[in-house]
């Protein structure tokens, strides 16, 4: 495998507090899961336990869950009982009173990730090209997280060699990627990732703009892209401000991603680009990411915006919006 080097950041990469949900044997699995196993009501009843895959061993250091997501994880890998992949399941209780909520999780070789029944992300981390560090992806969840009773499902597949899934969901504290902002300046940061992953995808690293809005589906919002968007804006901060702010009006990609960088990053900066997206783009994805960043980045200029986006009609985005604005008002 190809190894990525991320010693920099990854060293840095904070926990934002007690894990809620981990990946461990508590998991359901199935290997032939009904069509309906995303649901939060399908029957899971007869479903097996998840299978701990383990790779704590010495011989498997560089792969362990706490080298892949860069902090202390009380997560393990783990999988369905077969090979080829199947469907998780966990279902958990949402704090009584919480103002954000993020996933991390990783996979080999793929994972859709549902909550409660909507999609919330889907990543391919080509582990076979990357190796793993680094590979984890962050998403803010707030858009899909119920009061009290909740299930997060997972669809992975295999296709060759190794396999697992890891993952983790955390209410409040820190950013999991907060620290990514400082490191991004170190200059044995930037080299790695600035060049070898823009080499990768034959993406000029000059066209900042072209990262977000062009760059394959399979690199979604990992911890890899993450760092290396940020190593790039450290030279380019022009470049990177006018790609961030393009979220208001360019393509529902570009949008996303963007929004996605400036809530991991908890960029105050950019608060006024998550109120333009929400207005222009409130049923969308990134209007969803745009109102639940509001959460941590917002003030009372954002409530008009999250007033009107808490009936646009498309429930992440109605969901983060009112609990953005309990969290504002109070």
Known sequence: MKTLGLVLIMGSLAAAGPALVV?????KASDNPP??????????????????????????????????????????WIWTQGNAGGCLRKRFKAPEKFTTA????????????????????????MLGYWGYRGCAVIVDVLPWIADGDNTVAVKLVDNGGERGFAAEIRFD??????????????????EPLGKDLFKFHTIDAKGLKELFSAAGDHQQVSVRWLA??????????????????????????????????????????????????????????SGAFAAAALARLGNDEAVPALEKAASCGFKPTERAAKRTLATLKK
Request: net charge negative; hydrophobic share 45%; charged share 30%.
């Open 23 to 27: 990946s461990d044997t508590s998991w």
């Open 35 to 76: 069509v309906d196993w995303a649901a939060a009501d399908c029957d899971d009843s007869k479903w097996g336990a998840a299978k701990d895959y383990g790779m704590n061993e010495e011989k498997w250091k560089h792969y362990t869950v706490d080298n892949t997501f860069g902090f202390a994880s009380e997560g393990n």
């Open 102 to 125: 993020e996933m991390i999780f990783v996979a080999d070789d793929t994972a859709e990730i549902w909550i409660n029944g909507e999609k919330v992300d889907f990543y391919d981390t």
């Open 173 to 190: 504290g820190e950013p999991l990627a907060k620290p990514f902002a400082a490191g991004a300046k170190d200059a044995d940061f930037q």
């Open 228 to 285: 290396a968007a940020a190593a790039l804006g450290a030279k380019d901060a022009a470049g990177l401000d006018k790609a961030l702010r393009a979220a208001e009006d360019g393509n529902e990609r570009l949008s996303e991603r963007a929004v996605r960088f400036i809530d991991a990053l908890a960029l105050k900066s950019h608060a006024d680009t998550l109120v333009e997206v929400l207005k222009a783009r409130p049923a969308t994805r």
